[in-house]
């Protein structure tokens, strides 16, 4: 979709370059101009009830993914090392790092946005399964 910057900032400048991840630690917060091209500036807070940043030393990755509900363009994505990748596209697992060991719980975030109502009731009835065994 679009690949983008970053930058590490004090303040967010009042005009956004189109390509840039501005990261202010000061503020706790991430902005850019919405990867749709609409020109929109969204802002994510960091906090542990909103956005998270992962920096890995070259590129940034938000959680959870970024829906713009709010604007004309309506467009929801993930910001993934650096790239946005539309939250629409299939090819693309946000929960693909999950550890494979199915007792190691999923991250709040991919339990909230991600899985059909059938997932859950699965997952509902693997861990009674369970709570059952060890009695
Ligand atoms: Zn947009």
């Known amino acids: 979709m679009k690949i983008f910057r970053h930058k590490f900032v004090e ?8 390509d840039v991840l501005y990261v202010s630690l ?10 749709c091209g609409c020109g929109e500036e969204v802002v994510t807070p960091l906090a542990p009830r909103d956005w998270q940043l ?9 959680f959870p993914s970024i ?8 467009s ?9 990748v539309r939250a629409r596209d299939l090819r693309y697992r946000p929960d693909r790092k999950r ?13 909230a ?21 060890s009695d």
Request: net charge positive.
């Open 11 to 18: 303040f967010v400048p009042e005009c956004l370059e189109p």
């Open 26 to 35: 000061r503020f706790s917060l991430v902005s850019h101009q919405c990867a």
């Open 54 to 62: 992962i920096f890995n030393g070259e590129t940034i990755s938000l």
């Open 67 to 74: 829906g713009n509900w709010s604007f004309q363009c309506r």
């Open 76 to 84: 929801h994505y993930w910001i993934d090392q650096n790239h946005a």
């Open 99 to 111: 550890p494979k060991d199915k007792d190691v719980a999923a991250p709040r975030w991919a339990v």
């Open 113 to 133: 946005k991600g899985g059909s109502i059938t997932d859950r009731l699965l997952a509902k009835l693997k861990s009674m399964g369970r709570r059952h065994r």
